[in-house]
């Protein structure tokens, strides 16, 4: 099985990915926006079995009740976001040494979407979580 590996931006942090997503996404969610200072952010969703931290030690904090966020303490680059008891674990395409690896195939929190961030058109959308309603537009 080939092994995909990521890491911050300043390198202080390495991880290595030795399987498969279950899904790839982009969430939209104001948490994700505000904690990346991005308009969106695209994340794998990994088997926590298969992903390890290979270098350095992340900075790991509760961003709502239950859900970890981890980054790098120095650079500040997001890398994971894990809810609590659950054996998968998201890691941002952004962070991977080759973010093209995997593509988004859903889009997810579209409610919560700016205006300005155009929803993939080829994508699935939800207006929450992936396992609830899809978003229509409008
Ligand atoms: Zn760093
Ligand atoms: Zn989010």
Redesign the pocket.
């Known amino acids: 099985m080939s092994t995909v590996t990521g890491?911050?931006?300043?390198?202080?942090?390495r991880y290595a990915i030795t399987g498969e997503p279950k899904s790839v996404g982009i969430c939209h969610c104001e948490s994700c926006r505000r904690i990346a200072g991005a308009e969106s952010v695209a994340w794998a969703v990994i088997p926590l079995a298969v992903f390890a931290i290979t270098a350095?030690e992340p900075c790991a904090f509760n961003s709502s009740p239950g859900v970890t966020r981890m980054h790098?303490?120095?650079?500040?680059?997001s890398l994971t976001y894990r809810v609590e008891g659950r054996e998968l674990i998201d890691v941002t395409l952004g962070s991977l040494d080759d973010a093209e690896t995997w593509i988004p195939g859903q889009e997810v929190f579209c409610a919560e979407a700016v205006s300005w961030n155009a929803l993939g058109p080829s994508n699935e959308h939800f207006a929450e979580g992936s396992s609830g309603p899809k978003f229509e537009a409008g």
């Open positions: 890491g911050c931006f300043c390198g202080a942090v350095g790098c303490e120095r650079c500040a680059t």
